[in-house]
């Protein structure tokens, strides 16, 4: 399945391949891995080979943030409560729709994961588990995981501006990435004019960034100047 | 042709709503009357009106929404009650009902004696179960040959005067007592061939009748020759209805057994299209069709149910929701009342079959335009309808994006199935033809997504990817240690240094902006006023925290 946007850069070929587990996870105290995840499921659905979704224990999913990141939301079910059945939920899912993201439930048993993971690697849809070490931990350790390891914010001041544009560092690692194993990349997640895109390299501070600090640097020189 | 009793209630969603006959009120669905009180009824409301002319005629009318599960619980009852004098009572909507009365009318001494030991069963159960008084509740029952004779005959008994009123039509002279009937008596269905029967100068039954069938049927086709039937007092199906062959009934059982209603009507959803499924191969349709439901301590509760035109899928699932809620909704009335001759089931149901009693030629059918969807479509609607049948039908939901300032009002959810909003750029429910079509026009209150106000007040984007909707409660502390607050100016005391977020280790802000007040219908009593900030902490997390009633609440997180 091709994973269009800037986002494809992360996968072999640009594109997952279908029967895969992703995990989208990040490191601790770090936030971003729910921005990720809707990212990457954009990035699906916009490609042809992914028309349907679902989105298993999001209680407080950020839809206008899911619709900003491209996901159409007439063709994302959202199942918030699964409660006790969960894993027989996303089995029905893996089914019938193309990728099913899984925030997991507080605990999860070895042989439910097993057969989801098997489930979906037969019916040929991708599970992607959203922060699957937080808690109790997913045990089966997925084909490919994308990990943000920093996050931050651009174009808020002391006291001014608003959150703008955010830059995230992801390592992509995983048994079915054969070339680099965690490459690191980074990306305007969203950028400035709300586009995710991939950011040059840390160390050269450009595009977004840069104009914002200039944008409150002048601010900053006004509001002294009428002080 | 079947000698048969119809007992119907004109204004039966009124009656269930336990309206009194003698207070004003209405039943109201997508802004439309559907029933009114008699009391309404000499105020000028007549079924159809808008709810604001129907306000503006009988202005200390009551407003009631209607509700099919209500209506269909409280008739159950009284199907019950009219059982116990005679079987095979056949359901055809809650508030009407047949029933063939060639036995019962010689046990209890002719039709006149049947007819109004039949009302007055049903209006005490009436009185007893919605808790309107016995007589005054408004029974109707009309006792002719067939159905449709004894359905007008019903209509018409009231209308006379009197409550609780029989009108029989004496065997044989049906075709002499329709006669002078306007044309619009055909009821539904047959609306259009109404108008145009009436725009051709054939103004009553007795004329339409008086025409060569032949020519009839080659004018108006198959459905004016069945309407041509009626109103000549004939059974319009008499040849063609036969008995299905066995394999025909589709049933389902439940290990373990199964207390919910969704949950069982959901199965009822998929063995309704089994069976049209089964159906559509031998080309029939049916017209009656009984729906049994079996509990693990061996009860059962069998119903048959009628319907004038075909059935189809959505409509056959809906009869059995009804049938089960009318039942389960009794376990906990007779628990109040005592012994009440009939009760509930005590246990989980083990089985549901749907078995067409009565089926004829399908005479077809005009399929859509856009054809079927594709495969994946029907895959993920068959996934999806998997999961509500486990989990409710509220489990599975859809977003759509909707007018709004805070984050969580800008995303109406609406449960998967229902019709989204008109307008929005979406695929209609998908698998499932033909249900809730008017679903998206109800009403007028609320706005379509495609409008844009611009709803100043809203943040800018990018969105929080996490939208609070539990309250998490922050604690705002500036740099001397004191509480932050937001005056009545919509400024802050003091700028705010450190954030605890539900009583966590206090962090430090690093940046932040604000705050942005927000103060909404401040017109009246549901308003509410807020103050946003946004804050970016040192860890590179930011959240949108609102300050609302005197606390700070974190409303959304950029997760």
């Known amino acids: ?227 | 042709m079947t000698r048969t009793l119809v007992v119907s209630y004109p204004d039966w969603p009124a009656v269930a709503a336990g309206c009194r006959p003698d207070e004003p009120a209405v039943v109201v669905f997508a802004n439309r009357v559907i029933a009114a009180t008699p009391a309404a009824r000499a105020e000028g409301v007549v079924t159809g009106l808008r709810r604001r002319e129907a306000q503006a005629r009988c202005p200390e009318a009551e407003v009631v929404a209607a509700d099919a599960g209500r209506d269909a619980r409280a008739w159950e009852p009284v199907v019950a009650a009219i059982e116990a004098l005679t079987p095979a009572i056949e359901v055809i909507a809650p508030g009407e009902a047949a029933l063939a009365t060639r036995g019962p009318s010689r046990y209890f001494g002719g039709d006149r004696a049947l007819g109004e030991l039949v009302a007055r069963t049903a209006d005490s159960t009436v009185g007893v179960t919605v808790g309107v008084a016995g007589a005054s509740a408004g029974c109707r029952v009309g006792v002719a040959d067939g159905r449709f004779v004894a359905g007008l005959a019903a209509r018409v008994a009231g209308s006379g005067g009197g409550g609780g009123s029989v009108l029989v039509v004496d065997k044989g002279r049906s075709r002499q007592w329709l006669a002078p009937h306007h044309v619009s008596v055909l009821g539904q269905g047959y609306e259009e061939l109404a108008g145009l029967l009436v725009r051709l100068g054939v103004h009553t039954l007795g004329d339409f009748s008086g025409l060569p069938a032949a020519a009839v049927l080659g004018r108006f086709g198959t459905d004016g020759e069945t309407a041509h039937k009626l109103a000549r007092g004939l059974d319009p199906r008499p040849v063609k209805a036969r008995t299905p062959p066995p394999d025909m009934a589709v049933a389902a059982e439940f290990d373990p057994p199964e207390m919910r209603v969704e949950a069982a009507a959901f199965v009822a959803k998929s063995l309704a299209d089994q069976l049209l499924d089964r159906l559509d191969r031998e080309g029939l349709a049916a017209t009656m069709v009984s729906i049994e439901a079996q509990t693990e301590h061996g009860e059962s509760l069998v119903r048959h149910w009628r319907h004038d035109g075909a059935l189809n899928a959505s409509a056959l699932a809906e009869r059995a929701r009804w049938q089960l809620e009318g039942w389960l909704a009794g376990t906990g009335r007779e628990a109040g009342r005592g012994d009440g001759g009939r009760s509930g089931p005590t246990a989980g149901l083990i089985l549901l079959r749907i078995v067409p009693e009565e089926v004829h030629q399908d005479n077809g059918r005009q399929m859509g335009f856009w054809g079927g969807s594709a495969e994946s479509d029907a895959r993920a609607a068959r996934a999806f309808a998997r999961v509500q049948g486990l989990l409710g039908p509220d489990a599975v939901m859809t977003a759509v994006i909707a007018g709004g300032r805070g984050f969580a009002e800008q995303v109406r959810l609406v449960p998967w199935g229902d019709s989204r909003d008109e307008g929005a750029s979406t695929p209609p429910v998908r698998g499932r033809p033909g249900q809730r079509g008017q679903g998206g026009q109800r009403g007028g209150g609320t706005r379509s997504s495609t409008e844009q106000p611009p709803w100043p007040g809203r943040l800018e984007k990018p969105a929080p990817a996490v939208v609070h909707h539990e309250t998490t409660e922050a604690q705002l502390l500036d740099a001397s240690g004191n509480a932050v607050e937001v005056n009545g100016r919509g400024l802050l005391s003091s700028p705010p240094c450190t954030v605890s977020i539900s009583g966590a280790v206090p962090r430090t802000i690093s940046a932040w902006a604000g705050p942005w007040p927000l103060e909404e219908r401040w017109w009246d009593r549901g308003g509410r006023r807020r103050a946003r900030l946004q804050v970016q902490l040192d860890n590179g997390d930011a959240h949108v925290i609102s300050r609302e009633k005197g606390c700070w609440w974190v409303e959304a997180s950029y997760c």
């Open chain 1, 1 to 227: 399945m091709e994973v269009r946007g800037a986002l494809g850069g992360l996968f072999p070929l640009g594109g997952v391949q279908r029967g895969i587990t992703v995990g989208v996870d990040s490191r601790a105290g770090v936030a971003g891995s729910v921005s990720l995840a809707l990212a990457v499921t954009g990035g699906l659905m916009a490609g042809d080979g992914c028309s349907w979704a679902a989105a298993v224990g999001f209680p407080s999913l950020g839809l206008v943030a899911a619709a900003e990141l491209g996901v159409p939301l007439d063709r994302l079910a959202l199942v918030a409560e699964p409660g006790e059945r969960w894993p027989l939920v996303v089995a029905s899912l893996l089914d019938g729709v193309d990728l099913v993201l899984l925030s997991q439930p507080a605990r999860v048993r070895a042989p439910d994961a097993r057969r989801l993971v098997a489930r979906a690697r037969e019916r040929g849809s991708v599970l992607l588990l959203v922060e699957p070490s937080k808690r109790m931990g997913w045990p089966e350790s997925p084909d490919v995981h994308l990990d943000v390891e920093s996050a931050s914010w651009q174009g808020l001041g002391a006291g001014h501006g608003n959150l703008r544009a955010r830059r995230l560092e992801v390592t992509v690692g995983g048994r079915r990435l054969a070339g680099g194993r965690h490459r690191r990349v980074s990306f305007w997640l969203p950028g400035a004019d709300g586009v995710v895109e991939v950011a040059a390299p840390a160390g050269t501070p450009a595009g977004p960034g840069e104009r914002s600090d200039l944008d409150h640097e002048r601010e900053r020189a006004l509001v002294s100047a009428v002080g």
